[in-house]
């Protein structure tokens, strides 16, 4: 059985930091292109940062500069690193696992930016 568990969301204040985290179990993790993406309330759901199985990087405009995706292959682990987080980065943050042949979800984890 498949399963992303996402953790380390939570209320920070504007120009605050957190970092997430998302244990993958059930596949064979180092072979799985992983991607951070975000919902916020009344839009859709979108990519904020995504890292190859070969470690290769890339990010939404609004992340770059600001945020840092990274991965542990031996912890079955992926990282978001969100600095300077503003308002406008609050959503229910997912991680997904994809290969060609088809992808997977974790429930998610809010993060709301305020004062």
């Known amino acids: 059985q498949v399963q992303l568990v996402e953790c380390g969301g939570g209320l920070v204040q504007p120009g605050g930091s957190l970092r997430l985290s998302c244990v993958a179990s059930?596949?064979?993790?180092?072979?799985?292109?992983m991607g951070w993406y975000r919902q916020a309330s009344g839009k859709q759901r979108e990519l904020v940062a995504g890292i190859s199985s070969g470690g290769s990087t890339n990010y939404a405009e609004s992340a770059k500069g600001r945020f840092t995706i990274s991965r542990d292959n031996a912890k079955n682990t992926v990282y978001l690193q969100m600095d300077s987080l503003k308002p406008d980065d609050t959503a229910v943050y997912y991680c997904?696992?994809?290969?060609?042949?088809?992808?997977?979800w974790g429930q998610g984890t809010q993060v709301t930016v305020s004062s």
């Open positions: 059930g596949i064979t993790f180092s072979i799985y292109n």
């Open positions: 997904n696992a994809a290969l060609l042949r088809g992808d997977y």
